[in-house]
Every structure is written in structure tokens, then in C-alpha cells.
């Protein structure tokens, strides 16, 4: 709910209604800034961030804003280098509604005729730039998420009417059927067989800016679900979830290569194929090292990947490179390497090919 504007023509500082030192001649920065340390986080990173309710009227955001869907806003950041954070889609669809602008003492976002799928965590910070090299001012931010309430859309629209949720044994997961309305009852249900799944507020829980989580995933919860939210009417469904156990451990890529034929002949074609199985949502990129390489060899490389089902609710992705040597000879014959690398580290094998 948007509090009531403040009445004085200027927008108060964070702490201006405390209690000053009588002396004028002290400087009061000094203890405001321990005073500014020992206050919680997400209140020191309100400091350069503002709403613009009125004319010549502005109002410090707390944590969680809810506004009707429909409603314009306009957001204040202090600064004159400023980098603003808003739900992605706005910028996916260079939605018109969006406006930024960077004036001299701060920069101005305005989302006009918002809708329900506007709801997100809009943030701003300042940028400190020496050059060409600009880093976030971590002392200088400013964060709100927004509910756009929508009782005829009480999930946040998505763009696709069934997703999938990879279960990780080592990480949590989130199932994200996000609501626009805070105060919505949501429950998780799954299809098959029909039951509401318990949510016990530790090992899953609810939150509405993020949906359903499950902080330690087990392979027992696969398999298709699906929220219902309820608020003063009707209950809605939210879109289907396919939840996916992932066999495959985060690390390194685990990688094996093989050459096809194993003993290759004068003039044969030969493949060099070095497999990578890992997390089904992490990519892999493949470098070759191989023996006609220096002098330029013409080979060709050819990279692909599939999701393969290794039992009921178990998926891993499996990714190949394959390197082709067309008309085989002597000087192909040698050591050939394959470096495989993920997010999480490389792996390099090899393998040898002989006439």
C-alpha cells in the first residue's frame, strides 16, 4: 500500500527526524555513519532511491511496494551516473511503456500503464568510473520489489505455459509461480498422483517474490506440478512445472574421446568424438589440439548437444565435439586433445591415432 506523501516541499534525508548535537559547530556526518552501519542493510540501500508521488513530493520505498495494475510510477535515483535493474522481459520486448532518462542530479525510470507481468525487484546504484572501467558504488544503492496487483492475474504472466525446474542435489530450487498480489494463499499441488505437496517453511517454503523453494532437492520430488493461488475469489492455477532430477554433479566437465575407426587406414576418414555428461542447463565449449595443426590441416568440427532420459525423472546433458579428419595419412598421426570447459573448471583428454 503507497503511504501518503510526506507534506514538507522537500523529501526528508535518511535520519534527519533524530536528534542532532545541540552544537552547530560539530559536524553530525560522523555519527550519522555509525549510526548508518549498524542499521540493517536493506534500509541503508533505500538512501538514493525514491518515488514521485506529487508534484514537488517524494517517498523514501521500503523493501516491497504494491501498486494497482494500471498505475504509472515514476522512480528517482540521486546521482549523475546511475545503472537501473528491472524485470528482464522490459527490455526482451523494448517495451515503449519503459523510460530512462539521466538528468544531472539523477536519473528518472517512468513505467507507464503498468501490467501485472511488471511485477519485479526494481533497483538503481551508482557507477564509479576511472576510464574506460566503470564498478557498482556498493555504498550507493537503492532496491524495492513491486507487487503490480492484478485480481484477474494473480500469477505473474509468463511467457510459455509449461517449464522445466532442474533439481540439484547441492543447490536449491525454485519453482517460480511468483504472485502479484503479497497477501495470496499459494499452494503446491502435484498432477500425478493428485495431492497438495506439504511445505513444511524450512526444507520448502514459500516466497512471493520468488516462488516455491526447495533448499535441499532430492530425486523423491520429480515429476509435474503446478500452484494455486487464492485471494478473494475464485482460486487461479498457475502454468505446469516439469521438475527434472539432475544426475550429473556440478565440477569440472567429465569428459572421454575415442577415435573412429580405432586403427585407421591410408585415406580413411577418421573421427575423433570427445564426450562431455553434465547438468542439463550448463554449457560446454570444446577446444582441439591435434597433429596437423601447425601446418594448418583442414579437419572439421562440429559441435552438438541433446538431453538424454536415464530413467524416470533423471536427465543429464550430453554434449560431443567431433573432429573429422577426411583423407587420413601420416602426418595425422599423433597425439589428439580435447579441452572441454564449464563454468566450474576444464578437462582435457586425449587419445592417439594410428595407421
Same mark, same amino acid.
Given at each position: 500500500?503507497?503511504?501518503?506523501?510526506?507534506?514538507?516541499?522537500?523529501?526528508?534525508?535518511? +535520519?534527519?527526524?533524530?536528534?542532532?548535537?545541540?552544537?552547530?559547530?560539530?559536524?553530525?556526518?560522523?555519527?550519522?555513519?555509525?549510526?548508518?552501519?549498524?542499521?540493517?542493510?536493506?534500509?541503508?540501500?533505500?538512501?538514493?532511491?525514491?518515488?514521485?508521488?506529487?508534484? +514537488?513530493?517524494?517517498?523514501?520505498?521500503?523493501?516491497?511496494?504494491?501498486?494497482?495494475?494500471?498505475?504509472?510510477?515514476?522512480?528517482? /535515483?540521486? !546521482?549523475?551516473?546511475?545503472?537501473?535493474?528491472?524485470?528482464?522481459?522490459?527490455? &526482451?520486448? @523494448?517495451?515503449?511503456?519503459?523510460?530512462?532518462?539521466?538528468?544531472?542530479?539523477?536519473?528518472?525510470?517512468?513505467?507507464?500503464?503498468?501490467?501485472?507481468? #511488471?511485477?519485479?525487484?526494481?533497483?538503481?546504484?551508482?557507477? %564509479? /568510473?576511472? +576510464?574506460?572501467? /566503470?564498478?557498482?558504488?556498493?555504498?550507493? &544503492?537503492?532496491?524495492?520489489?513491486?507487487?503490480?496487483?492484478?485480481?484477474?492475474?494473480?500469477?505473474?504472466?509468463?511467457?510459455?505455459?509449461?517449464?522445466?525446474?532442474?533439481?540439484?542435489?547441492? @543447490?536449491?530450487?525454485?519453482?517460480?509461480?511468483?504472485?502479484?498480489?503479497?497477501?495470496?494463499?499459494?499452494?503446491?499441488?502435484?498432477?500425478?498422483?493428485?495431492?497438495?505437496?506439504?511445505?513444511?517453511?524450512?526444507?520448502?517454503?514459500?516466497?512471493?517474490?520468488?516462488?516455491?523453494?526447495?533448499?535441499?532437492?532430492?530425486?523423491?520430488?520429480? !515429476?509435474?506440478?503446478?500452484?494455486?493461488?487464492?485471494?478473494?475469489?475464485?482460486?487461479?492455477? =498457475?502454468?505446469?512445472?516439469?521438475?527434472?532430477?539432475?544426475?550429473?554433479?556440478?565440477?569440472?566437465?567429465?569428459? =572421454?574421446?575415442?577415435?573412429?575407426?580405432?586403427?585407421?587406414?591410408?585415406?580413411?576418414?577418421?573421427?575423433?568424438?570427445?564426450?562431455?555428461?553434465?547438468?542439463?542447463?550448463?554449457?560446454?565449449?570444446?577446444?582441439?589440439?591435434?597433429? !596437423?595443426?601447425?601446418?594448418?590441416?583442414?579437419?572439421? *568440427?562440429?559441435?552438438?548437444?541433446?538431453?538424454?532420459?536415464?530413467?524416470? !525423472?533423471? &536427465? &543429464?546433458?550430453?554434449? @560431443?565435439?567431433?573432429? %573429422?579428419?577426411?583423407?587420413?595419412?601420416?602426418? #595425422?598421426? +599423433?597425439?589428439?586433445?580435447? *579441452?572441454?570447459?564449464?563454468?566450474?573448471?576444464?578437462?582435457?583428454?586425449?587419445?592417439?591415432?594410428?595407421?
Amino acid at each position: 500500500v503507497i503511504g501518503q506523501p510526506t507534506k514538507s516541499k522537500r523529501p526528508k534525508e535518511h +535520519g534527519e527526524n533524530k536528534i542532532k548535537p545541540v552544537n552547530k559547530k560539530v559536524r553530525p556526518k560522523a555519527p550519522k555513519t555509525k549510526e548508518r552501519e549498524s542499521v540493517d542493510s536493506s534500509l541503508k540501500s533505500q538512501s538514493i532511491l525514491t518515488q514521485v508521488m506529487d508534484k +514537488g513530493h517524494f517517498q523514501k520505498l521500503a523493501a516491497t511496494l504494491s501498486l494497482a495494475a494500471g498505475q504509472s510510477i515514476e522512480l528517482r /535515483c540521486k !546521482g549523475n551516473n546511475v545503472t537501473w535493474n528491472y524485470p528482464s522481459y522490459l527490455d &526482451t520486448f @523494448k517495451d515503449s511503456r519503459l523510460s530512462i532518462k539521466q538528468l544531472d542530479r539523477y536519473s528518472q525510470l517512468i513505467l507507464a500503464n503498468s501490467t501485472a507481468a #511488471d511485477t519485479g525487484e526494481y533497483s538503481c546504484w551508482l557507477q %564509479l /568510473c576511472t +576510464g574506460n572501467k /566503470c564498478r557498482k558504488d556498493e555504498t550507493k &544503492t537503492g532496491s524495492t520489489y513491486i507487487f503490480f496487483t492484478d485480481k484477474e492475474e494473480l500469477f505473474v504472466p509468463t511467457p510459455s505455459y509449461f517449464e522445466i525446474v532442474y533439481l540439484n542435489p547441492d @543447490k536449491p530450487a525454485v519453482i517460480p509461480c511468483r504472485v502479484t498480489t503479497p497477501s495470496a494463499k499459494v499452494t503446491l499441488h502435484r498432477e500425478f498422483p493428485a495431492e497438495e505437496i506439504e511445505t513444511d517453511g524450512t526444507d520448502i517454503f514459500y516466497d512471493a517474490k520468488k516462488g516455491f523453494v526447495f533448499q535441499h532437492p532430492t530425486s523423491d520430488q520429480k !515429476g509435474i506440478v503446478y500452484c494455486k493461488a487464492e485471494s478473494q475469489g475464485a482460486p487461479q492455477i =498457475s502454468i505446469k512445472y516439469h521438475l527434472l532430477y539432475v544426475e550429473v554433479p556440478r565440477g569440472p566437465p567429465s569428459a =572421454s574421446i575415442a577415435v573412429l575407426p580405432s586403427r585407421a587406414g591410408a585415406g580413411d576418414r577418421v573421427h575423433v568424438v570427445c564426450t562431455v555428461l553434465g547438468e542439463p542447463d550448463v554449457d560446454v565449449t570444446f577446444r582441439w589440439q591435434y597433429p !596437423g595443426q601447425e601446418s594448418e590441416r583442414p579437419v572439421i *568440427i562440429q559441435n552438438f548437444w541433446r538431453l538424454i532420459n536415464r530413467g524416470i !525423472g533423471h &536427465t &543429464t546433458r550430453i554434449s @560431443k565435439s567431433v573432429l %573429422l579428419v577426411e583423407d587420413f595419412e601420416d602426418r #595425422d598421426v +599423433g597425439n589428439y586433445v580435447c *579441452i572441454a570447459q564449464n563454468l566450474q573448471g576444464e578437462t582435457a583428454v586425449a587419445t592417439q591415432a594410428e595407421l
